[in-house]
């Protein structure tokens, strides 16, 4: 089982990004999905993640407002837009597969990970 991470790179401060989450080897349509990131020299840090329905959506505080993490119920990728990015937002982020239907920011519930994408902004 793989997720691939896709989506990323520089953008200047107040652009946009859409991030995608592809998994292969197994759909996860029934299990919560997230997304997680890692700027330098931090910790990993929760961004936000959606239920196995699209119908819970919890976010990160530092995000709330900007980001919109959203489910194609048909294909299974899970996508992240990106809107007002500020350079804050620099880091490598991750896509997750949970092994519950509802999951927010504790990542022990998070069982498969996927390689990153890296998403710079500039000021």
């Known amino acids: 089982v793989q997720l691939q991470a896709s989506g990323g790179g520089l953008v200047q401060a107040g652009g946009s990004l859409r991030l995608s989450c592809v998994a292969s080897?197994?759909?996860?349509?029934?299990?919560?999905m997230g997304w997680f990131r890692r700027a330098p020299g931090k910790e990993r840090e929760f961004v936000a993640a959606?239920?196995?329905?699209?119908?819970?959506?919890p976010y990160a505080d530092s995000v709330k407002g900007r980001f919109t993490i959203s489910r194609g119920r048909t294909t299974g990728t899970v996508y992240l837009q990106m809107n007002g990015l500020k350079p804050e937002d620099t880091a490598v982020y991750y896509c997750?597969?949970?092994?519950?239907?509802?999951?927010?920011?504790?990542?022990?519930?998070?069982?498969?990970w996927g390689q990153g994408t890296e998403v710079t902004v500039s000021s």
């Open positions: 997750a597969a949970s092994n519950r239907a509802y999951s927010g920011r504790d990542y022990t519930q998070y069982m498969s």
């Open positions: 080897g197994r759909t996860f349509t029934n299990n919560a």
């Open positions: 959606i239920s196995w329905n699209g119908g819970s959506t």
